[in-house]
């Protein structure tokens, strides 16, 4: 009922596109939905007693609080994520969203709290406390938090992880990502080059999953990149709201400078800019921070292609035989997303196995980004490891408990032990 109005907020707030925007909001009700079905699907299993007359099954109970902590630039979303699994598996949720987004959390989670008081629930089970790190330390180190789902940089989820590790507590962290697509010989360049434009130059560059690097097949890489170069070309950039932009601002003025940064370290190490690289708008946007979304050729994977720039920044680097464009996707100390063009399903399925891609998300001839809640969604390395929203991410909101019940009469022990007295 509220998506437009939700929407805007999130436009207004992060710059995102008002597509995606409204895309951020249907995730939110999409995972309502997914959790009322799942809210009678929460199984355990129950296993063959080796001992005679007995039962052995699992059950799985609420965990307790969970404390979430989300990043900006998935202001809703990943907030709806964590709470609807939270809540059908009994678990009370307290969020601090990102201290640049307070609006969308505020305005999201009065719906929430106006759904739970429709359905008659108790009001505490959700709570929002809007503010900055400090806010976050506070649940981090709080033992009433039985688990703390972060989402943000790897530098924060370094800070976080020891401290909620330390009190024997439970953390689930998404974290960053740098996220490749390798593009074999076989490739529909122009179903690649679709694929790439919206992944690396979508949502400005600023989602988890955003494409940064393309290691492309050398008979390829020259005919991908003048086609990507032009397609950058021809990006509308602007007023987020507007209809037609397909790439808003930076988030803010350390996002762009961290752009920069990036591109003056590519440059040292022998980087050749083929598109983008400027701000726009400058003069009729002063405060707010818009970029053409910029591509550079790579001759090698260098330190600065192996960091997480969070802006639209993608490195084009060339690869000769597939090892060697697994072993470069795998070679970096994130491992979120990754994807393979390539018509030749022998390729696809070395990717997709377990000497393939070392990401949680690994798909074939689609991009990296724009993931459905349906999957568990998350990463590995320096990603934190953590899986949220589909699947049977559930299990990690709940604890489990293994039960034997005793029908027979008798006591025997397992493993055939004595022990009488
Ligand atoms: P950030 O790390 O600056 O902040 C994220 C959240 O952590 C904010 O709410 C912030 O207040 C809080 N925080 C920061 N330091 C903290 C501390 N020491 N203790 C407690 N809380 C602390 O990240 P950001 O700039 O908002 O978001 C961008 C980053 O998030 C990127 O690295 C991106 O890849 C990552 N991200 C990951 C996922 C994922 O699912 N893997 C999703 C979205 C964003």
């Not at 052995?56 to 969970?66: K, Y």
């Not at 630039?73 to 990943?78: G, Q």
């Not at 950058?232 to 920069?260: D, Q």
Request: with cysteine.
């Amino acid at each position: 009922m509220h998506q437009d109005d939700l929407a805007t907020l999130i436009s207004l707030e992060v710059g995102k596109i008002t597509s995606e925007a409204r895309g951020e909001v249907q995730e939110m009700v999409d995972i309502c939905d997914f959790a009322v079905g799942l809210s009678r699907q929460l199984y355990g299993r129950t296993m063959t007693s080796e001992r005679p007359g007995h039962r052995l099954m699992e059950t799985w109970h609420p965990l307790g609080v969970v404390g979430v902590i989300s990043a900006f630039n998935f202001p809703a979303a990943v907030w709806s994520w964590n709470t609807a699994i939270a809540l059908v598996c009994g678990d009370p949720v307290i969020w601090k969203p990102s201290e640049l987004a307070p609006l969308t959390a505020l305005a999201g989670h009065a719906l929430l709290a106006r759904a739970v008081t429709e359905a008659g629930a108790p009001a505490d089970l959700s709570r929002v406390v809007v503010g900055g790190p400090e806010v976050g330390e506070a649940l981090v180190g709080h033992h009433g938090v039985a688990l703390l789902s972060a989402t943000g940089s790897t530098r924060m989820g370094r800070a976080v992880g020891p401290l909620v590790a330390n009190r024997f507590g439970r953390s689930l962290l998404e974290l960053g990502g740098n996220n490749a697509a390798v593009v074999s010989g076989s490739a529909d360049l122009d179903l690649t080059t679709r694929g790439v434009v919206f992944s690396a130059a979508g949502t400005a560059g600023q989602r988890c999953t955003s494409m940064r690097r393309v290691i492309a097949h050398r008979s390829v890489v020259d005919d991908l990149t003048e086609r990507l170069a032009s397609a950058y070309a021809r990006l509308p950039i602007g007023n987020p709201m507007a209809g037609g932009t397909l790439v808003g601002p930076l988030v803010n003025r350390a996002a762009h400078e961290g752009m920069e940064r990036a591109l003056e370290q590519a440059a040292t190490e022998g980087g050749k800019l083929v598109a983008g690289g400027g701000r726009e708008l400058e003069e009729a946007a002063p405060d707010a921070f818009y970029v053409r979304p910029s591509i550079v050729r790579m001759d090698e994977q260098s330190p600065v292609v192996t960091q997480e720039t969070f802006a639209p920044l993608l490195y084009v680097l060339p690869y000769d035989d597939l090892d060697e464009a697994i072993a470069l996707n795998n070679a970096v100390p994130q491992g979120l997303s990754s994807s393979v063009f390539t018509a030749d399903q022998a390729e696809a399925e070395r990717f997709l196995s377990a000497e393939g891609s070392d990401c949680g998300i690994v798909n074939v001839n689609i991009g990296t980004s724009g993931a459905e809640i349906g999957g568990a969604f998350g990463g590995e390395k320096e990603t934190g490891g953590g899986r949220e929203s589909g699947s049977d991410a559930w299990r990690s909101y709940m604890r489990r408990a293994t039960n034997t019940i005793n029908y027979s009469g008798e006591l025997p022990l397992a493993q055939g032990v004595s022990f009488t007295v």
